[in-house]
């Protein structure tokens, strides 16, 4: 039986541009940050609190289309869209109702990268 994900994978073309992003922006904590090869290091991010790690790959290992690289829960979908906009993110849509699931609020923004990353909250979060 599985029991979570180890790590996501999101496509990046400078590491540390991604990793000062989602450390100083995202508020993420590294959990390992190693050369990797040439030219390239093997970085690990951590929301707290939480199991999952988010992982830097490089961009030509990963397909790349217009579906967020990366899904996001947060308490407030407002108040972090906001926090973000002050942080001079880059906000695509939102916050609004989602349509696919009442009580959903959601926002889409891009990372350093160019990525698209889906942020929500739900009433139904934690319940």
Known sequence: MFTRINFQSI??????????????????????????????????????????????????????????????????????????RACNVTVDEGPDDAPWQPGVRWSLIRDSENNLILIQSSIHEGA
Not at 17 to 30: I, Q, W
Not at 41 to 62: N, V
Not at 67 to 84: F, K, S
């Open 11 to 84: 496509p990046v073309d400078d590491q540390q541009r991604a990793l000062e992003f989602y450390r100083d922006k995202m508020g993420m904590t590294v959990q390992t940050d190693v050369p990797y090869g040439d030219n390239f290091r093997w970085i690990f991010l951590q929301i707290d609190g939480a199991d999952t790690l988010l992982h830097f790959a490089r961009r030509t290992e990963i397909a790349v289309s217009d579906i967020p690289a990366l899904c996001l829960i947060c308490d407030d979908v407002d108040a972090e869209t906001a926090r973000l």
